[in-house]
């Protein structure tokens, strides 16, 4: 099936039907801006932090790893400039009280605008085009003025005062746990300059209006580094990472039509140049999916001076603070685009049809299927043997139930790149049939030399 004729709707039906993804406490009637990764799902987002962690982490020298507490002293997101200036800017339809997000409504008209511009400025470009921008609830075009909202969001961790005073936040943003670490790292390992820190995991924002499935969601995961260099040196170490990471997203398996550069025209005030990867999603089109700046000392600068901290980096005597280069990922996106990509709906010989997810093996939730030909005759008993050897090596799973067509279908439609079927010739040969998921061509293969490969064939 062509790209273009993919459509949205059809791909989050299908996540929630097999398993992918799940809306949020769904049987209290969901929680906006959430949602749960169900068994594939799990095994999918978690291969996709492998591969990034493998990218970004084990393939390099000079980048280490970190997993800083969720929660942070308050002072962090003073100095970051998250307290004083981390807003979406939002307006009420005045008919029905929805909210919308006034830049990205102007947006989506053609009009340059985003969250880093003043309210006067976006009120301004508001105001010019208000008769074309409708309540995609009611129909109404009467707004309120847009305000800035801020988007952290507070919680009583450790605060036991009765009104929430001494509030803490949930971090926007992983990459804060990397710059109040960057002393720790230097002082314990003692790196050379330049070298990165990157970590994973959950962040949030209090979206105005959570959207567009996985891509837009007010609990998620990040996945981010920085690359600290001597001033000077960032502009070559942001070239190569902007390369690394365009590979990357091919090496996972999105096709580079489907991708594009994207240089931001309006950027924040400390930033020397920044770029979005974005991803053309079914219906949606292209949007951002992740983030490259150079974001100069601005951050160390910033907690320096807030926490009374040097952290100049000592280069054999020459001091200074370094230079960042950041990426930034959310995984729901790459998810998203992940999915969106391998989902296919194919017609076969005759009336047939089947769905099939090609995903690149390296990232398929389930990699192998060990299916018995019968239940009966010691053919379910071999076979267990053979998903005991493989599940040790790769995601395996064992299925006997049902006709091995209809397995097989099954394992189409998770995305299941081999299928080996024990037979009643097996016994014989000590040999099975290998499947392969998108030319349902089948080889018989020595139980023997099943690892070897299958690991040729999952890199
Ligand atoms: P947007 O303009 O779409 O709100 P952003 O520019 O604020 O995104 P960054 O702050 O640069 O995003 O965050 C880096 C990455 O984190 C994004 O490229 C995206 O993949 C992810 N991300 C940010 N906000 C969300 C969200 N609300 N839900 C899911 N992923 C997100």
């Not at 299908?14 to 406490?25: D, E």
């Not at 009583?156 to 936040?169: A, H, M, T």
């Not at 070298?195 to 105005?208: D, H, L, T, W």
């Not at 959207?211 to 000077?232: A, S």
Request: glycine fraction near 6%.
């Amino acid at each position: 099936m062509k790209h273009e004729d993919k459509k949205m709707d059809t791909i989050i039906a299908y996540a929630k039907r097999k398993g992918f993804v799940f809306p949020s406490s769904e049987i209290y009637d969901g929680f906006a801006g959430a949602y749960d990764y169900g068994p594939h799902g799990v095994e999918l987002a978690n291969a996709i932090k492998r591969h990034w962690w493998r990218d970004v982490v084990n393939t390099k020298h000079n980048v280490y790893g970190l997993d800083a507490a969720i929660v942070m002293n308050p002072k962090v997101w003073v100095a970051s400039g998250h307290v004083g200036g981390f807003s979406d800017p939002l307006a009420d339809c005045r008919t029905c009280q929805n909210r919308i997000r006034v830049d990205k409504e102007l947006g989506k008209l053609g009009v340059e605008a985003d969250e880093k511009m003043s309210e006067e400025e976006i009120n301004t470009l508001f105001d010019k085009h208000r008769a074309e921008i409708t309540c995609s609830s009611c129909g109404s075009k009467d707004f309120t003025a847009a305000r800035a909202i801020n988007l952290l969001v507070k919680s009583n961790v450790g605060d036991f005062s009765n009104d929430n005073s001494n509030p803490v936040y949930l971090r926007g943003e992983t990459c804060q746990g990397i710059y109040v670490n960057f002393k720790n790292v230097v002082d314990s390992l003692h790196p050379k300059i330049p070298f990165g820190i990157a970590q994973i995991g959950k962040a949030f924002r209090n979206e105005i209006s959570p959207r567009q499935f996985l891509f837009r969601t007010r609990e998620f995961e990040q996945m981010e580094m920085q690359f600290f260099t001597k001033p000077g040196d960032d502009d070559q170490a942001y070239q190569d990472w902007k390369q690394d990471r365009w590979d990357s997203w091919k090496s996972i398996g999105i096709s580079e039509n489907n991708m594009r550069w994207n240089q931001h025209d309006n950027l924040v005030f400390y930033a020397a140049d920044a770029w979005d990867i974005e991803y053309k999603f079914p219906d949606y089109g292209f949007d951002e999916v992740e983030g490259l700046h150079m974001r100069t000392n601005y951050d160390l600068t910033q907690h320096s001076e807030h926490s009374g901290q040097d952290l100049s980096f000592n280069d054999n005597g020459d001091k200074f603070i370094p230079h960042v280069v950041e990426t930034s990922i959310g995984v729901g996106r790459m998810f998203l685009a992940v999915l969106s990509e391998a989902y296919d709906e194919e017609q076969l010989e005759g009336d047939d049809s089947r769905v099939v997810l090609r995903f690149n093996p390296d990232i398929a939730p389930v990699q192998v299927a060990v299916l018995p030909l019968m239940k009966k005759d010691g053919l379910s008993e071999a076979a267990k043997e053979i998903f005991k050897d493989l599940a040790a090596t790769f995601r395996t799973t064992y299925d006997e139930s049902g006709s091995v067509g209809k397995r097989y279908r099954r394992q189409d439609e998770i995305g299941t790149p081999f299928c080996i079927t024990y037979d009643y010739e097996s016994k014989d040969d000590g040999m099975v049939t290998v499947r392969d998921r998108d030319s349902m061509e089948q080889e018989r293969i020595a139980i023997s030399d099943l690892t070897e490969y299958l690991q040729k064939q999952i890199k």
